[in-house]
């Protein structure tokens, strides 16, 4: 009786091993590690990516002086092929470090000038390859010296343009340096129109990201998705109406190429439009923050012409009568898009995907068709005042 005592422990530790190597093996690792830095938004910033081979849930604490940012990933270790550090661009970052502990991994992020919450971003992503069961986390850190100047031009003006290849050098800058606030020149012979009426007219409709690029994320719906289901009621709309209705993406693709970068997106975007002469260059996003209360409608330009504000004000004025969403403005902004178009160009935030309401109502047909709608009204009010 005493041996068989014995032997029923000995019985499961045997069992228990198998388990607990399984578990061990199964904890995510952190297998790839990359930076950029991005000059395309209004505020340029610094991203980092951190590829994990299982699910992510990244914690952000920013320590009192602004000096260190941290990121913790629990139950996460790093791959050995894994460098510990990296430094990439000493305007934004001094260093960024990989440690682990036994429960955790950490990202510490050492920067130049002191940062608060509103400077930093942290989400997660699906994995690069699509899988499932892998996910990205990406941390992007505001630019605060200055010193990173958004781009002002691009090395060649075919890219996203239907049957064009796409160029070995992605970009080459400019070979003479220009100030942070000259605005790129647009077509010197004005080749879009300002005549009453939507038919006839060509109307580039943007719809934000898309493809590898899922644009913000909430709960439970992506950017990408909302922006094209508006996008495709608008441009229905628009054709009904007689207007010639060109589109950068019609379904869910990268509109350059899967995992490109920036620039090379959202120049082939500007082309798209550019080459075909568009009218007028609308842009459409879901907004997001870090708070859930945060809410509202915004619209976005820049005087490139004497027509933009026009263009975003009477979409904007529209737009507010189509939802109950909080009306944060039309105001100005240094957007790649509003920038790189030859034509009067808007962006649209229409409401914010991390405020639970929003991104409810943003979700519904209803919502979705009357701000289509709203944009059309807009569009026709634009025209019908020759853009002034």
Not at 37 to 60: C, E, H, M, W, Y
Not at 292 to 311: C, H, I, Q, W
Request: charged share 20%; hydrophobic share 35%.
């Amino acid at each position: 009786m005493l041996k068989k005592l014995w032997i029923l422990p000995l019985m499961l530790l045997v069992f228990l091993i198998p388990m607990v190597s399984a578990q061990a093996a199964a904890k995510p690792e952190i297998t790839n590690v990359r930076t950029a830095t991005r000059t395309d938004a209004n505020t340029p910033f610094v991203r980092t990516v951190l590829d994990v081979s299982g699910k992510a849930n990244p914690k952000l604490y920013i320590d009192n002086s602004g000096e260190y940012v941290f990121v913790t990933l629990p139950n996460t270790g790093i791959g050995k092929n894994v460098a510990k550090s990296y430094k990439p661009n000493s305007n934004v970052i001094s260093r960024v470090t990989l440690s682990s502990r036994s429960s955790s991994m950490d990202v510490t992020i050492k920067v130049p000038r002191a940062v608060t919450k509103n400077d930093v971003k942290v989400f997660t992503l699906p994995g690069a390859t699509g899988s499932k069961v892998s996910s990205r986390v990406v941390i992007d850190i505001n630019d605060k010296s200055g010193k990173l100047k958004q781009w002002s031009h691009w090395g060649d003006t075919n890219i996203g343009i239907k049957g064009a290849t796409k160029p070995s050098q992605s970009w080459k800058p400019s070979s003479t340096k220009q100030p942070a606030t000259n605005v790129p020149a647009y077509s010197s012979s004005k080749t879009y129109s300002l005549t009453k009426g939507l038919q006839g007219k060509t109307i580039a409709i943007d719809p934000g990201h898309g493809g590898s690029d899922s644009g913000a994320v909430g709960t439970y719906s992506k950017e990408k998705d909302i922006t094209l289901a508006i996008s495709k009621k608008v441009a229905s709309l628009l054709s009904a109406a007689g207007a010639n209705v060109i589109m950068t993406r019609t379904t869910d693709v990268d509109v350059y190429a899967p995992y490109d970068g920036a620039v090379e997106e959202l120049q082939a975007r500007c082309n798209i439009a550019n080459a075909a002469k568009a009218d007028v260059f609308v842009c459409i996003h879901i907004d997001s923050f870090d708070s859930p209360s945060a809410g509202g409608v915004t619209a976005y330009y820049n005087s490139k012409t004497p027509y933009d504000y026009g263009l975003a004000n009477y979409i904007h004025l529209q737009n507010m009568k189509a939802t109950n969403f909080a009306d944060r403005g039309v105001k100005t902004a240094n957007f790649y898009v509003l920038l790189h178009t030859n034509m009067p160009a808007t962006l649209l935030e229409l409401g914010f995907i991390s405020n639970p309401n929003e991104e409810k109502a943003l979700n519904s047909d209803a919502q979705q068709q009357n701000f289509a709608e709203s944009i059309v009204k807009g569009l026709a009010d634009y025209f019908n005042h020759n853009g002034n």
